[in-house]
């Protein structure tokens, strides 16, 4: 059964930053993409980041590009999205995904999502 479980949401001042983990199991971690998505109230819901399986190409949105970083530990089979810079545009739930694919186009939503974790930037 595949799972997926976040962590290391909260609240943070603007500016400030937190790290976002991802721990899976119930597939081979190594071989899959995997990704960050992200849903605020009355927003669409945004692909945030993403990695790939074999090669750890990566992709981010232009909303985080140069804030944001994703990392992949496979040997705990657990992925990270380091936030820094928060901005209160950044509050949202954000979600652990096991993709179809990453690519410089940006995630391909799978079907496996974690529970989601809530990130609060306040001004």
């Known amino acids: 059964e595949v799972q997926l479980v976040e962590s290391g949401g909260g609240l943070v001042q603007a500016g400030g930053s937190l790290r976002l983990s991802c721990a899976a199991s119930?597939?081979?971690?190594?071989?899959?993409?995997k990704g960050w998505f992200r849903q605020a109230p009355g927003k669409e819901r945004e692909g945030v980041s993403c990695?790939?399986?074999?090669?750890?190409?990566?992709y981010y949105a232009d909303s985080v590009k140069g804030r944001f970083t994703i990392s992949s530990d496979n040997a705990k089979n657990t992925m990270y999205l380091q936030m820094n810079g928060l901005k209160p545009e950044d509050t949202a739930v954000y979600y652990c995904?096991?993709?179809?694919?990453?690519?410089?186009?940006?995630?391909?939503?799978?079907?496996?999502w974690g529970q989601g974790t809530q990130v609060t930037v306040s001004s």
């Open positions: 119930g597939f081979f971690f190594a071989d899959y993409a």
């Open positions: 995904v096991l993709l179809w694919g990453c690519s410089g186009d940006g995630p391909v939503e799978g079907d496996y």
């Open positions: 990695i790939s399986g074999l090669d750890d190409n990566t």
